[in-house]
Structure formats: C-alpha cells, structure tokens
C-alpha cells in the first residue's frame, strides 16, 4: 500500500555561532549545511526505526557478564532486514543469520545446499537491521571442512562482507583446530554440538544426541573441546535436558540449548517455527513452542485485501492521492485527451 513518508533532518546552520535563515536565495548556502529533507510517496520507503528502548550494543563482555549473573541469554535466527529489525526491537541479546534460512526462506530441502554466497547476502540483509543485538553468521556446509585455513578464509569472509560479529560451526572435538585457527586471528566463534544439522546423514537424521553413557560422555567431550579451542559459547543441540545441564556445569563458557532443557545458559529458536510462520500440519520438533501465528494472520490479511480489491472497496478515498488541478485545469485536461483520442480515429 503507498504511503507517504517524509524524513526531514533538522540542523540549524550556524557561521561564527550566527543562526542562518534557510532560505534559496541566500548567497551563502553553497557554504553551510542545510537541512536535508527526503519525501517519498512510495511503498519501498525504508523500514528502520530506532530502537524503542535504546540499548548498549551486545558484545562478547556483555554475554559473558550475563552468562556470569546467570542470566539467561535470548537467541533467535533471523534471515532478512524484517525478521532482524523485530528481533532486534524485542530485546534479542543474540541474533543468529543461521542456515536454517536454506529451508525458511530460500525453500531448500535442508541445510546442505546452502552456499557461502547465499549467506553472506542474508547476513547483510540482518546487519543492517540489527543495532542493539550480537550477530552471528553461519559457515555453511563446504566452507570449514576440509582444513583451517579454508575455514579461517570463509570466516573473514563472513565478517567483512556478511558485516556480522561472529562466525558460528558445527563440530566437536575434531573442530578445535578449526576453531583455534579462526579465534586465533580475532574472530569470535560459537560452537555447535550434540545433534549437528549439517551432519544428520552421518547420524542416520535428526535424532537425539547424548542418550547413552558414551554419547553423552563424547558431547562432555566435544564441549570441553571447543571450550579449550577457545569457542566462547556452545549451542547444544537436541540432548537430553539432565545431560545438557550436567554439561553447561561443567563448562566455563555459556551453553545456548536448543531442544536441551532449561539446564543450559541460554536458548535459541528458529523464528519462523516460534511465529507460526508456515500452513497447518507442518512437521514442528518436539522442542518448538509456537509464539504466534503469523501464516493465519498473513492469510487472513491477504483475503481480506483480495476480497476488497474484487469488490473494488479498496483503494478507497483515504488511500488516494488528492488532484492538484483546479477544476478548469481538469476539465480542459479531459478535453484535449478526447480530442487527442478523435484525432487517432
């Protein structure tokens, strides 16, 4: 729907202290700075606000400060400007550009086929909505494998082109290498464990991690792994909750669970799965609170303008722009259109 948004930067221009008019005739305009106003009478104006409730950006001091008052630390994914302006306006201490956004948003089967250009795109997208929260990129599948440095070379790519805070892979002990190389040159790192989504043919699927005394003990083990590799927090993904909280003690380092209990120091969820953002009889884990109900809400908005525009009781007069032509003008403008037309018969 067209909209008229006008932004107007007020900033009185001063010489040696002096107010200025802001008028066109002043000779000395050329010379100071005006006030710059921007009107746009269009549905693509920009979709920024400032923050309601101005905060401090998050940082790595901030999460750990959390992390020491035990405080839970909030996490969500998010995959374009929309999804992290709101997230960012909710008070979200960490957004996270996940490749879960290969299934979400791209429509992918999973998160395999994402590729390295694609989230770097979408990481831009939620860095330029996000001004409060930590942000944190996924290195998709294929870009961190195959030796450290591969994934050192993703890694830069991820914070000086996606423009986010903090790189995020998955692996345990066999990625501390990995891990080190990257924090070692300044970038901060999450670590991701238990059921690692990019990994789930190797795991015969999505199943639970930690269920038996020796898988359990390899999740204590990868943690600490990734912890001395210098990971400063650890998603623990789908794990028992007993197991997940026995883990976070044993750590010095935060745990962010997802589908692992309220043991862990802090809890991530897909956006689009707590929003509700999908038809009906769509499979949801069994970790998955539904926040909201974003499809029936969107259907029934779209119906609604569908039915309307049918109907022709949209636009209505309030949705229009009003005719700046006098009458006369208008009636010799409909003159010279029937002329014009008779002329081309």
Avoid at 207 to 219: D, E, F, M
């Amino acid at each position: 729907m067209s909209r008229a948004l006008v932004n107007i930067l007020r900033a009185p221009s001063t010489i040696t202290g002096s107010r200025l008019p802001i008028c066109s005739s002043s000779p000395l305009l050329s010379h100071v700075a005006r006030p710059v106003a921007q009107v746009r009478w269009s549905s693509h104006s920009p979709l920024g606000a400032a923050l309601a409730n101005a905060r401090k950006p998050v940082t790595i001091n901030s999460l750990q400060s959390l992390y020491r008052k035990k405080e839970p630390i909030t996490m969500i994914t998010a995959h374009d400007f929309p999804s992290a302006h709101v997230a960012d306006h909710a008070g979200m201490d960490i957004i996270l550009v996940g490749d879960s956004l290969a299934m979400v948003a791209l429509g992918m089967e999973d998160t395999s086929e994402v590729l390295l250009e694609e989230m770097l795109l979408h990481c831009r997208s939620v860095a330029r909505a996000t001004k409060g929260a930590f942000t944190v990129g996924d290195l998709p599948m294929g870009t961190y494998e195959i030796a450290p440095e591969q994934a050192l070379e993703s890694a830069i790519r991820v914070i000086k082109e996606g423009r986010v805070k903090s790189v995020k892979l998955e692996g345990g002990k066999e990625m501390a290498p990995t891990i080190s190389k990257i924090t070692t040159a300044g970038i901060p790192v999450l670590a991701h464990i238990g059921l690692t989504p990019q990994r789930q043919n190797a795991l015969g699927g999505f199943r639970v991690q930690g269920k038996n005394t020796a898988s359990a003990l390899k999740l204590l083990d990868d943690a600490l792994a990734v912890q001395e590799a210098g990971a400063y927090a650890v998603v623990v993904e789908a794990v028992p909750a007993e197991v997940a909280e026995l883990v976070t003690k044993q750590l010095s380092i935060p745990t962010i669970g997802i589908g692992a209990g309220n043991g862990c120091s802090g809890q991530v969820l897909v956006q689009v799965d707590m929003l509700g953002h999908f038809p009906p009889g769509r499979f949801l884990p069994k970790f998955v609170k539904k926040y909201g109900d974003v499809w029936g809400e969107s259907l029934r908005a779209i119906e609604a303008y569908r039915t309307e525009v049918k109907s022709r009781a949209y636009p209505a007069p309030e949705h229009t722009y009003p005719m700046a032509m006098s009458k006369e003008e208008f009636s010799q403008f409909a003159r010279l259109m029937e002329e014009r037309r008779a002329s081309f018969e």
